[in-house]
């Protein structure tokens, strides 16, 4: 066995490269690196939906405020938000009325914003909330207009 370097050849000719143990290793450390960096920015998907549905929210009270100054009252459940994109043709009829969005967003998990009138929360006028993440409305993970932290 001969622990020598062979002079004669050239330093970069004598190391051909990396072996499999090597690049599995390095492999390995970086598939560890990139699940604890998943794990940790869970919440962050988590939190980025509530800003987007309370965000939502405030879009959604300008325009019932919109409609209400024009119509002379905010939308009947019967009418619901879908007021605010075709004229209602049922009781009480708006005095004046355009459209006010051109569709209807979704809240980040896809449902349709739940639109109460006589709100529970505001009996005076309207509750308007996502049923969030677990999709069941009338829960604690409910994101609604009565929420302080959606203002």
């Known amino acids: ?3 020598t370097p062979d002079l004669s050849r050239p330093l970069r ?4 490269g990396f072996t499999l143990l090597e690049i599995m ?3 390995m ?4 690196l990139a699940t604890i960096a998943i794990v940790n920015m869970g919440g962050v998907f988590d939190t980025a939906g509530d800003a987007t549905a309370r965000a939502q929210i405030q879009n959604l009270n300008v325009a019932l405020l919109s409609y ?9 459940v ?3 938000l879908k007021a605010l994109t075709v004229r209602p043709t049922t009781e009480p009829l708006p005095r004046a009325w355009t459209s006010i969005l051109d569709t209807l967003p979704k809240d980040p998990w896809g ?7 006589p709100g529970r929360h505001h009996p005076e006028s309207y509750d308007l909330y996502s049923a969030g993440p677990n999709r069941m409305p009338g829960d604690v993970d409910d994101i609604g207009n009565w929420d302080p932290t959606a203002k």
């Open 1 to 3: 066995m001969n622990l």
């Open 13 to 16: 000719a004598q190391h051909r």
């Open 25 to 27: 290793l390095v492999v």
């Open 29 to 32: 450390i970086i598939a560890l």
């Open 68 to 76: 209400r100054s024009k119509a002379g009252n905010y939308p009947t």
């Open 78 to 80: 019967d009418q619901g």
């Open 111 to 117: 449902k349709d914003y739940i639109y109460e009138m």
